[in-house]
Nanobody, 122 residues
Framework: QVQLVESGGGLVQAGGSLRLSCGNS????????MAWFRRAPGKERAFVSI????????NYAGSVKGRFTISRDNAKNTVYLQMNSLKPEDTAVYYC???????????????WGQGTQVTVSS
């Protein structure tokens, strides 16, 4: 069983940084692709970033490339999202997800965290 719990959200000024964490209590964390999605007010949940099981391969949405960095520590069953140079348009609820393959679509994921709010003030 995979249970995901996000943390690290909060309120930050534009240009600031936050690091999100997503912990997994299951024993098979290292076999999953891990991704971050976000849902901005009034919008659908959207892909942010993904990392493969070994951590060697990553991919980002164009809107965050160069500002966000995804990483994982399989020994700690945790995936991270380092967010730098934050903009007001990054304001959203951020979700981590675990799935069996590379996928940038919401439908590709079986397991989701409860989400953590990130608010960027101008």
């Amino acid at each position: 069983q995979v249970q995901l719990v996000e943390s690290g959200g909060g309120l930050v000024q534009a240009g600031g940084s936050l690091r999100l964490s997503c912990g997994n209590s299951g024993r098979t964390f290292s076999s999953y692709y891990m991704a971050w999605f976000r849902r901005a007010p009034g919008k659908e949940r959207a892909f942010v970033s993904i990392i493969n099981p070994s951590g060697a391969t990553t991919n980002y949405a164009g809107s965050v490339k160069g500002r966000f960095t995804i990483s994982r520590d399989n020994a700690k069953n945790t995936v991270y999202l380092q967010m730098n140079s934050l903009k007001p348009e990054d304001t959203a609820v951020y979700y981590c997800a675990a799935g069996p393959r590379f996928d940038i679509n919401v439908q590709g994921y079986d397991y989701w965290g409860q989400g953590t709010q990130v608010t960027v003030s101008s």
